[in-house]
């Protein structure tokens, strides 16, 4: 909006609002330079003497090595020209065009910044607000709305391998970062659960339930109790979103039970008696479980079976034993529902299993929750892989990206047309972890909102 009366050159300019505002980044969590994309329209021109603000919101970036890889718009050149804090604390960095044409009309702009490190270690998205200002009196003339990248390639991941636990975006894994080193705890192997909305991370070490808070990194440990008596054993744990409370499969004194757990407190209401067991081959296996908070399913398996409750209240809605479609079936080592993957058989509900067939192969099954029945949906990788496979550490995302651990990488599933992807491996060395005899503990994956 342009007003004919005073200032710059006879014309008084209102802040007006940017449009076609694009951010573009290859990671959101990068610990080594990246890049940042950034486009937009303005709907005034540049006056003089004029800056580009651009401040990073929901993301600590490290700005001061910056600098200017490519520009496009209506001046001669573009430099840093430093940078600042805004009062709600947020970093801005200044940019400042030099032989700026074209004053008496809008304009478009796009440039990419190199050098920029993000070490995000939350799921949260990144924002950004960019502006156009008068350096000569500090006047607004453009800013964008609250903006954020596209988030459909970029999925917030956790790890924790060797006692430390790394944050990375699951399109680079070989750009974690170090979130904590809780090396000093006896992590229990593939229990762990991802309470997005408190961004923590829930855990077990020895007969306690740990949150640690992914903004402070700050570590809460509870005991594990129901009344007077601690429980001995977690078998699985899901962070049920609709309910926001934490559910799982807890071994007692007198018996197995389904439980509500009380993160805070530690507490653990029992809900349903699980029957018992008494052979390793019937019993359910340590984190080998799913979860439907939207259908209000809870699936727990053994090497035999699996178990499907009523996620609210525990009751037992069957307890089917196998029934593969194929000749060599050597149980499950993985288990995830995505209801709206177009991989699932007609007639099942969603969930699915990762099984390794008679050391020849590693395939991805749907199963029927009812009738036990396993249908072969896709192959996955072929046996020489299979050897290194680690049986347990997985997870799943948005009903669309299912991440398994491979050796020392990754292996996703895109489960909307059943690519498979091997990712680059973790730089180990470079987060201080040592590579012979690593131990994984488990994956934890969730959407950027």
């Not at 008084?12 to 937009?40: A, E, R």
């Not at 008068?134 to 903006?147: A, R």
């Not at 895109?414 to 994956?443: E, M, Y």
Request: negative net charge.
């Amino acid at each position: 909006m342009i007003e004919m009366n005073m200032q710059v050159n006879g014309v008084h300019l209102l802040p007006g609002t940017m449009s076609n505002v694009v951010f573009s980044l290859p990671s959101f969590i990068s610990p080594v330079p990246s890049s940042l994309l950034v486009s937009f329209n303005s709907s005034n021109p540049l006056v003089p003497d004029s800056e580009v603000r651009i401040e990073f919101y929901s993301t600590p970036a490290n700005l001061e090595q910056a600098s200017i890889g490519f520009f496009d718009g209506p001046f001669d050149n573009l430099i840093i020209a430093g940078t600042s804090i805004s009062v709600g604390g947020n970093k801005i960095l200044k940019l400042k065009p030099q032989g700026v044409r074209g004053l008496d009309q809008p304009f478009t702009a796009a440039m990419r910044l190199d050098g920029l490190t993000f070490l995000q270690t939350t799921p949260m998205l990144p924002e950004f607000v960019v502006q156009t200002i008068s350096s000569h009196d500090n006047q607004l003339i453009d800013q964008s709305d609250f903006t954020s990248p596209s988030s459909d390639s970029h999925q917030f991941a956790l790890a924790l391998v060797n006692g430390i636990l790394v944050a990375f975006d699951a399109s680079s894994p070989d750009k974690a970062v170090q979130v904590a080193n809780i090396s000093q705890l006896e992590v229990a192997q593939q229990i762990s659960a991802v309470d997005a909305s408190f961004s923590s991370v829930l855990f077990i070490d020895s007969i306690s339930l740990v949150s640690l808070d992914l903004n402070s990194h700050e570590i809460t440990s509870v005991l594990l109790k129901s009344g007077a008596s601690l429980v001995n054993e977690l078998v699985s744990m899901r962070w049920d979103v609709e309910r926001e409370r934490l559910v799982g499969i807890a071994i007692m004194d007198d018996g197995s039970y389904y439980c509500a757990i009380d993160r805070f407190s530690g507490n653990v209401t029992r809900l349903a008696v699980i029957p018992s067991c008494g052979s390793i081959e019937c019993s359910l296996q340590r984190g080998l479980s799913a979860f439907s908070p939207t259908l209000g399913l809870y699936f727990s398996a053994s090497f035999l079976a699996l178990l499907t409750l009523d996620s609210t209240t525990g009751q037992i809605l069957s307890h089917a034993s196998w029934q593969p479609d194929v000749s060599k079936f050597d149980g499950f080592f993985s288990l995830q529902f995505a209801g709206n993957s177009s991989l699932k058989s007609s007639g099942d509900d969603g969930l699915l299993g990762l099984s390794t067939l008679g050391g020849t192969e590693v395939a991805l099954f749907s199963l029927n929750s009812y009738s036990g029945r396993a249908t072969k949906v896709l192959k996955v990788m072929e046996a020489e892989q299979e050897a290194d496979l680690v049986g347990g550490p997985s997870c799943l995302s948005d009903n669309k990206l299912y991440l398994l651990l491979y050796s020392t990488r990754l292996v996703l599933i895109d489960l909307t047309d059943g690519a498979v992807s091997f990712l680059a491996p973790f730089n180990l060395q470079g987060l201080g972890i040592p590579q012979p005899q690593t131990s994984w503990h488990w994956l934890e994956l969730v959407p950027f909102p």
